[in-house]
């Protein structure tokens, strides 16, 4: 059985045992964690062992000109998104000890000569807020403040008192003297903070009476009725779009959205709709899939304190992709467990704001990602704006200014493990090669031989 407390401390021990670099500044930043846990059930001796293999932070998402097409640039740097694609890390690495002939903590042979999880091994996935997108769109109770009022442009919010744009106003930079910025900082006008601000009004299983006072709509005036939590993800171009009335009618529910960009839009799916996803693509991706007898699932979702509601988690999450049919051999709809944690992350946006001091500068969101995963070489990688942090904009475009995590690096280490594999399948290495390179550069030039 999965305990969410047990697991929101073990996720949270994880983080604070990380370096200091990448992290927020106490009292003055805030950001958000993810990670995976490993569960190992063991038959003989019937314990159950826990560990993180895969932890981010994060809340940034680069605009679609930022992107770029070899695949050497990290698009989305939500959390929820840095852990998983660490998780991929950690997969390979232990496939590479699987087809190698060594001992695997995760897989063990299957038929046609694949993989599949060890008895007894699972993954659970952690969040310590909701997602952005669909299941951040939560009934308000008693006088929650908005987390994200409706985005109108800011020179309308100047001189108002609370009514302002919290998502937008929190990209602002620092007036303190003491700001830490990322380095390629000319690229941070292509960066957004995560789809919704991840305040944390007072929890919904502990309200008060009933008060007349609440956010307002775009018009300025109160709404009538109940009311929902705002996400600034933005419903995908060509389906449902948001009414955007007053009050719970505002979004449209249960629809795809994308990130907002400032200024640009952005191509990266809400943290929502990819959890979607994956309970029913799995979560390792379609080049593990080339070695897996079956899809991977999270069984378990844990969300920390935070604003919740379990009938919209449910919705986002598993409702809406129940009705998914027709599936390829391996695949399933593998709805996760959904359970709330009552631990609030130490650096989220409500502490930080608890903690803050005056004259340290506004408060705003790290401009950092973290990933740590349980990997043997280079386990730690911290990014800005979609490059390894600290890198100057002369490496830009180098190996050195690569995540770990960016898809030009995974395909790297995917290619190694093929090389690994026995002969069987290494007729596949310079095919999977050779469509990397058409990729990036077109049929018309040719494919270097070695």
């Known amino acids: 059985m999965v305990h969410a407390d047990e697991i929101a401390k073990l996720c949270y021990e994880r983080f604070r045992q990380l370096p200091r670099r990448g992290k927020p500044e106490p009292g003055r930043e805030w950001t958000l964690l993810a990670a995976v846990v490993q569960v190992t059930r063991r038959a003989l001796s019937d314990s159950v062992e826990k560990q993180v293999v895969s932890l981010g932070t994060g809340t940034k998402c680069i605009g679609q000109t930022a992107m770029s097409p070899k695949g050497d640039v990290l698009n989305d740097s939500h959390a929820e998104v840095i852990a998983r694609r660490g998780c991929l890390r950690y997969l390979i690495q232990e496939l590479h000890r699987a087809v190698s002939g060594g001992d695997s903590s ?3 042979p299957a038929d046609q000569r694949k993989w599949r999880l060890r008895p007894g091994v699972s993954f659970l996935f952690f969040t310590s ?3 952005c997108g669909d299941a951040a769109i939560i009934p308000m109770i008693d006088s929650q403040s908005q987390p994200c009022p409706p985005v109108t442009s800011v020179e309308s919010h100047r001189g108002t008192d609370g009514g302002g744009d919290l998502k937008r106003g929190a990209e602002e930079p620092s007036e303190g003297k003491h700001t830490k910025l990322p380095r390629l900082e000319e ?4 960066v957004e903070d995560g789809g919704d601000a991840k305040q944390s009004p007072p929890d919904p299983s502990q309200s008060r009476s009933p008060k007349t006072s609440g956010p307002c709509d775009c018009t300025g005036l109160p709404p009538q009725g109940p ?3 705002r996400t600034g993800a933005k419903c995908v171009s060509g389906g449902p779009a948001d009414s ?3 009050g719970a009618g505002y979004h449209s529910t249960g629809v795809l959205r994308v990130k907002p960009g400032r200024g640009e839009p952005t191509r990266s799916l809400s ?3 990819k959890l979607a996803r994956w309970g029913v693509l799995g979560f390792q991706g379609a080049l593990l899939s080339h070695y897996l007898q079956d899809a991977l699932y999270f069984s378990t979702v844990v969300v920390g304190k935070c604003p919740y509601s379990q009938e919209v988690m449910q919705r986002a999450l598993i409702t809406r992709c129940s009705h998914v049919s027709d599936l390829p051999a391996g695949f399933s709809v593998c709805p996760p467990e959904l359970l709330r944690s009552s631990l609030e992350f130490p650096f989220s946006q409500a502490q930080t704001e608890l903690c803050h001091q005056a004259g340290r500068g506004r408060i705003s969101p790290c401009g950092a990602a973290i990933s740590w995963c349980n990997v043997t070489e280079r386990p730690l990688d911290v990014t800005a704006n979609g490059h390894k942090h600290g890198v100057t904009k002369k490496a830009s475009g180098t190996a050195g200014a690569r995540s770990l995590l960016c898809k030009l690096e995974l395909f ?5 493990l093929v090389a690994d594999t026995d002969p069987g399948h290494n007729g596949c290495l310079c095919s999977f090669r050779e469509l990397w390179w058409n990729l990036i550069f077109g049929n018309g030039r040719n494919f270097p031989k070695e």
């Open 187 to 190: 690229q941070e006008a292509d």
């Open 129 to 131: 807020h909701t997602p």
């Open 106 to 108: 995760v897989f063990c």
């Open 227 to 229: 009311d929902v939590h």
């Open 244 to 246: 955007l009335r007053p």
């Open 412 to 416: 790297h280490s995917f290619l190694s």
């Open 271 to 273: 943290c929502s709709d």
